[in-house]
């Protein structure tokens, strides 16, 4: 009869790439037991293990609990492993459609970090945006601050729960008659850029910033004292002669997310602008628009 080649805890574990710690939990939960243990209490461990451990290892790999492992092990059929590869490739599929959206959230957030080290602040100029999709929140124009804090919180609990962040700071909606009266803190929507198709979206949290020509102007320090930023963008439009579109769009680039000083954060605060066009008979002395290019 041939020799039964075996090895010590130690040995074993050197040879299956394991802390030898490892091997004696696995032992004292009863998922992968030595082939003996000697009289003065080492465990032995033989050749024949070396498969059945590899495979307990490739269970883990798979996403099994060790609990699971053990009770897989103790029962195991063709059709047992069959339903165990289902269940598992269901969840192989959900880990790869998590890690994708995270790496979209992390590439986002470097490009906007790039985007935010050339940025000129405190000035207007014209641009032309595409279009956006956002998830808007419920309306909290005119409401107190704790309806506020009420509203934005389940609005991110409603963007996080339905996977719909793309990565993007929060941002927030101003209404024309309120950004053009001194009156721009009181925000009429709170809003969350996403690339998910807006059809996963609640009809009524859809919200597309159109594309088209926008003045725009970045602010440098806290987002919440934007009087300096829009008294900028009203004297642009009124020297333009630009009638501004219904909302003004305040977007996050540098946030708390990356920085601890609030002097350090930019906010991004756009308006759509048009030319407005003279009445029949008046005659325009003004310099010309500036074209959105």
């Given at each position: 009869?041939?020799k039964?080649?075996?090895f010590?805890?130690?040995e074993?574990?050197?040879?299956?790439?394991?802390n030898?710690?490892?091997l004696?939990?696995y032992?004292?939960?009863?998922?992968?037991?030595p082939?003996s243990?000697?009289?003065?209490?080492y465990?032995c461990?033989?050749?024949?293990q070396?498969y059945?451990?590899?495979m307990?290892r490739t269970?883990?790999?798979?996403?099994?609990?060790?609990?699971?492992i053990?009770?897989?092990?103790?029962?195991?059929?063709p059709?047992?492993?069959?339903?165990?590869?289902?269940?598992?490739?269901?969840?192989l599929?959900?880990?790869?459609?998590?890690?994708q959206?995270?790496?979209r959230?992390?590439?986002n957030?470097?490009?906007?970090?790039?985007f935010?080290?050339?940025?000129v602040?405190?000035?207007?100029?014209?641009?032309?945006?595409p279009a956006?999709?956002?998830?808007?929140?419920?309306?909290?124009?005119g409401?107190?601050?704790?309806m506020?804090?009420?509203?934005?919180s389940?609005?991110?609990?409603y963007c996080?729960?339905k996977?719909?962040?793309?990565?993007?700071?929060?941002?927030a909606?101003v209404?024309?008659q309120?950004?053009?009266?001194?009156?721009?803190?009181d925000v009429s929507?709170?809003?969350t850029q996403?690339?998910?198709?807006?059809?996963?979206?609640a009809?009524?949290?859809?919200?597309?910033?159109?594309?088209g020509?926008?003045?725009?102007?970045?602010?440098?320090?806290?987002?919440?004292?934007?009087?300096?930023?829009y008294?900028?963008?009203?004297?642009?439009?009124?020297?333009?002669?630009?009638?501004?579109?219904?909302?003004?769009?305040?977007?996050?680039?540098?946030?708390?997310?990356?920085?601890?000083d609030a002097?350090h954060?930019?906010?991004?605060?756009?308006?759509?602008?048009?030319?407005v066009l003279?009445?029949?008979?008046d005659?325009?002395?003004?310099e010309p628009?500036?074209?959105?290019?």
């Amino acid at each position: 009869m041939a020799k039964r080649i075996t090895f010590h805890a130690g040995e074993f574990a050197q040879l299956v790439g394991v802390n030898k710690k490892t091997l004696h939990y696995y032992d004292a939960i009863g998922v992968f037991q030595p082939d003996s243990v000697a009289e003065n209490g080492y465990r032995c461990y033989s050749a024949q293990q070396l498969y059945p451990f590899y495979m307990l290892r490739t269970l883990q790999q798979l996403g099994l609990s060790l609990a699971q492992i053990k009770a897989y092990l103790e029962t195991r059929s063709p059709e047992s492993y069959a339903a165990l590869l289902h269940r598992q490739q269901k969840w192989l599929q959900q880990e790869i459609h998590r890690y994708q959206r995270m790496s979209r959230l992390v590439d986002n957030n470097i490009q906007l970090l790039i985007f935010s080290r050339n940025l000129v602040c405190a000035t207007v100029t014209l641009e032309n945006l595409p279009a956006a999709d956002f998830v808007q929140s419920a309306s909290v124009r005119g409401c107190s601050l704790t309806m506020r804090e009420k509203v934005i919180s389940q609005h991110v609990r409603y963007c996080q729960d339905k996977e719909l962040s793309a990565g993007y700071p929060m941002g927030a909606m101003v209404a024309r008659q309120d950004f053009m009266t001194d009156n721009e803190s009181d925000v009429s929507y709170y809003m969350t850029q996403t690339d998910k198709n807006l059809r996963y979206v609640a009809s009524l949290y859809r919200r597309q910033r159109p594309a088209g020509c926008y003045a725009v102007t970045y602010l440098q320090g806290d987002y919440m004292e934007t009087a300096g930023a829009y008294a900028l963008l009203r004297d642009y439009l009124a020297q333009h002669h630009l009638q501004p579109g219904p909302y003004s769009y305040e977007e996050g680039i540098v946030d708390e997310m990356s920085s601890a000083d609030a002097g350090h954060y930019i906010t991004r605060i756009m308006v759509a602008a048009q030319a407005v066009l003279p009445a029949v008979g008046d005659v325009v002395t003004a310099e010309p628009t500036r074209s959105c290019e």
